[in-house]
């Protein structure tokens, strides 16, 4: 459950981002569209965000034509990664098995371009 609240939360803080950083809009602006998802392995908690410069959606579920998808081995694995989300996290969390990439890891760069600007 906390996982499932964190995920919508995080929907609720790109939303504030787009509407209130202008650093974060620019960015967006560059990107013109960035579709992304955090799910679990055996997918059981899933959301997707799907970004434009004129909005951003928050969704249940993953889609299949995201961009990226943020896969992680449990649900306190993704709670503790996604408190403090940094590259050495990434990293770190790639490395020993608690999160999976599913797509381009060049998106991975541009979403933590946003993500930095929360």
């Known amino acids: 459950m906390k996982l499932k609240l964190m995920l919508w939360w995080l929907g609720v803080m790109l939303k504030r981002a787009r509407s209130r950083k202008a650093a974060f809009r620019d960015t967006l602006e560059r990107l013109q569209r960035f579709d992304w998802g955090v799910a679990t392995e055996d997918l059981s908690i899933a959301r997707h965000y799907r970004m434009t410069p004129q909005a951003v959606q928050s969704g249940a579920g993953l889609p299949v ?31 020993d098995g608690r999160l999976r990439l599913v797509g381009d890891s060049r998106d991975l760069e541009r979403l933590q371009s946003l993500l930095k600007h929360l």
């Open 65 to 95: 034509d995201l961009a990226l998808e943020l896969r992680f081995r449990d649900a306190d694995s993704a709670t503790r990664f996604l408190r403090k989300p940094s590259q050495r996290a990434f990293r770190e969390g790639l490395f």
